[in-house]
């Protein structure tokens, strides 16, 4: 049964979780202490206090069976949304089709990948109030500070030459690629933990973004799962104790 309430502002939760992936196969449904790696993001976002419908969004059989047994709703996409090279307002436009009836303009939409299996509830919940009372931003994207220097990244031409990632004029830095890290600007990276925007960026935008985009540093303990390394380490830290206050394993219902 939806918990949204025809005088409060809807907030959406939706988890993009396709079946193919070529880093790990089948990513979303790998084991990682007995549970489906989908089921986290699911458990989290029920968890939220401020979350009122949990979606998934998949063109996968197997996955809507197992996100429906977590306790999520599911939307099928097409297999054409559903590649290495899908945009994310590709299914963002597709769920608003599906889901129409229950938005607002002021519908608030929380994107969590679920390759991202450690998230506090407490923390999207902080997220999303941030962004509820900063209504000059189009977007909230959760960041971390960055351990390399963009400032000193290449790319290499078809030319076999190298040339900067990227454009390096606008920091009032002198010759950045030769300055020392002290006089460079910190940088930050988006990194999966939580995004959040209302359904006008994307109608207006046409993607989930928009032009100004509220920073939200994390600096908790997170990890994006990409590859089986990756997965290792996160199942070595859960198989530690003790597990943050917050932590629990969705229950087993497979």
């Not at 909230?140 to 040339?163: C, F, H, Q, T, V």
């Not at 600007?185 to 985009?213: E, H, L, M, R, W």
């Not at 290792?232 to 830290?237: C, H, N, Q, S, W």
Request: with cysteine; aromatic share 10%.
């Amino acid at each position: 049964m939806s918990k949204i309430s025809k005088n409060k502002q809807p907030k959406i939760a939706i988890i993009p979780a396709r079946g193919g992936s070529k880093s790990i196969p089948r990513k979303n449904l790998q084991n990682l202490i007995g549970v489906p790696l989908l089921a986290y993001s699911i458990d989290s976002a029920i968890r939220s206090n401020l979350i009122d419908e949990v979606y998934v969004s998949t063109e996968d059989e197997e996955i809507a069976e197992i996100s429906q047994c977590y306790g999520a709703k599911v939307i099928i996409r097409p297999n054409s949304m559903a590649s290495d090279t899908s945009r994310d307002n590709e299914l963002l436009s597709h769920a608003i089709e599906h889901i129409f009836s229950e938005l607002s303009e002021d519908s608030l939409f929380i994107f969590l990948r679920p390759s991202h299996p450690l998230r506090n509830p407490a923390t999207i919940d902080k997220a999303i109030s941030i962004f509820s009372n900063n209504s000059r931003y189009d977007s909230l994207r959760s960041m971390k500070l960055s351990k390399e220097i963009p400032y000193k990244m290449w790319i290499i031409n078809n030319d076999g030459g190298a040339m900067p990632v990227i454009n390096n004029s606008n920091i009032g830095v002198t010759d950045p690629i030769n300055a020392p890290r002290q006089l460079l600007p910190q940088t930050y990276y988006q990194d999966g933990y939580v995004d959040v925007f209302p359904f006008k960026t994307v109608t207006k935008f046409g993607n989930t973004a928009g032009s100004k985009i509220l920073p939200f540093i994390i600096d908790e303990f997170s990890h994006d799962i990409d590859t089986f390394h990756d997965l290792e380490l996160i199942t070595k830290r859960l198989e530690g104790f003790p597990w943050p206050i917050w932590f629990k394993i969705p229950n087993q219902v497979l």
